[in-house]
């Protein structure tokens, strides 16, 4: 029963190096999300993918890609990384857009 | 715009009802939900309000009121595994958006 799987759980990166995060999840889910959280600042929305096929921007998608594979997977890239982008990463799914979320369980990346 | 505001930090004492508001600004919206982050951990689903009223799972209640831009999460007869950060959404059409959280502080 894995729900939603993150890989990997942690990464250090230098800076100007590239990175991609995958989720995949196992739940028939429509819609995928791509969140970061940083200290006394919430979640906040990068990219989404409401259905296979689609994506969208969210609240703070510069520096960022992502790829909608198939319907289990999405994934987040960094093209060339910065420190201002250390923080805990999150992968979420729900059946369709606006219903109860999943998270996997982040992945914390660390820019130097 | 629209923004999702709720104390930070929330103390009570173990075997106590603590209620956790959360006052929004925005245009319109489908539902507020609510979540529950251990330290460390992932954010978990709580409970889900799309109309106004209470709704009821367990030792955990939420209510919203639309005309009054505001909806709480009620926990009752805590629990020290209820110490944890409580995060209200909003689930809009076009977006998600999360409050900051709010820290639940369970003294013994």
């Known amino acids: 029963n894995a729900g939603v799987t993150q890989t990997p759980k942690f990464q250090v990166l230098k800076t100007g190096q590239s990175m991609t995060l995958q989720c995949a999840q196992d739940?028939?889910?429509?819609?995928m999300y791509w969140y970061r959280q940083d200290p006394g600042m919430g979640l906040r929305l990068i990219y989404y993918?409401?259905?296979?096929?689609?994506?969208d921007k969210g609240e703070v998608p510069n520096g960022y890609n992502v790829s909608r594979l198939n319907k289990r997977e999405f994934s987040l890239r960094l093209e060339s990384a910065a420190p201002s982008q250390t923080s805990v990463y999150f992968c979420?799914?729900?059946?369709?857009?606006?219903?109860?979320?999943?998270f996997g369980d982040g992945t914390r990346l660390s820019i130097l | 715009g629209q923004s999702l505001e709720q104390p930070s930090e929330v103390t009570a004492v173990e075997g106590a009802i603590v209620q956790i508001n959360c006052t929004y600004q925005?245009?319109?919206?489908?539902?507020l939900s609510w979540y529950q982050q251990h330290d460390g951990g992932a954010p978990t689903f709580l409970s889900y309000?799309?109309?106004?009223g209470l709704e009821e799972t367990g030792r955990f209640s939420s209510f919203l009121s639309r005309s009054d831009s505001y909806g709480y999460l009620l926990l009752q007869e805590l629990q020290m595994k209820d110490s944890a950060s409580y995060f209200c959404?909003?689930?809009?059409?076009?977006?998600?958006?999360f409050g900051k959280g709010t820290r639940l502080h369970i003294l013994p």
């Open positions: 979420a799914s729900s059946r369709e857009f606006n219903q109860p979320q999943h």
């Open positions: 739940m028939n889910h429509n819609s």
């Open positions: 993918s409401a259905s296979e096929g689609t994506t």
């Open positions: 925005t245009s319109g919206f489908y539902g």
């Open positions: 309000n799309a109309l106004d």
């Open positions: 959404a909003l689930n809009r059409d076009d977006k998600i958006i």
